[in-house]
């Protein structure tokens, strides 16, 4: 009995974990511009918004299934959106850090003047 409450506990970690990093990578994309999705080759904001929305969701989902509520803990849905996150913030996330959006102004050689 006791194993299956330390595992719980592992397993409530976890859930845990991809919550927090389905949160972060939701962030990023709603404070990155979205010309910068479009600059970068990669799909456009509002479907990553979408994707880690609903990532966020089901991990919650899923860690509250630890708790007590929720969803039954561990399931497609969970592991989707745990891969989810992971692509935005392996693959997106770079490449769309890298976009400088400008007002227009003049540049110089390091930068706007």
Known sequence: MMLYGALDLVFLGLALAAFGMAVWALI????TPAQAFKSAGKLNKNLWMVFTGLA?????????????GGLNRLNIFAIASIIASGI??????????????????TQGPYGPW
């Open 88 to 105: 935005y913030l392996a693959d997106v996330k770079p490449a769309v850090s890298e976009y400088k959006g400008g007002s227009g102004g």
């Open 56 to 68: 966020t969701v089901f991990t919650l989902a899923s860690a509250a299934g630890y708790m007590g």
């Open 28 to 31: 990023h994309a709603i404070r």
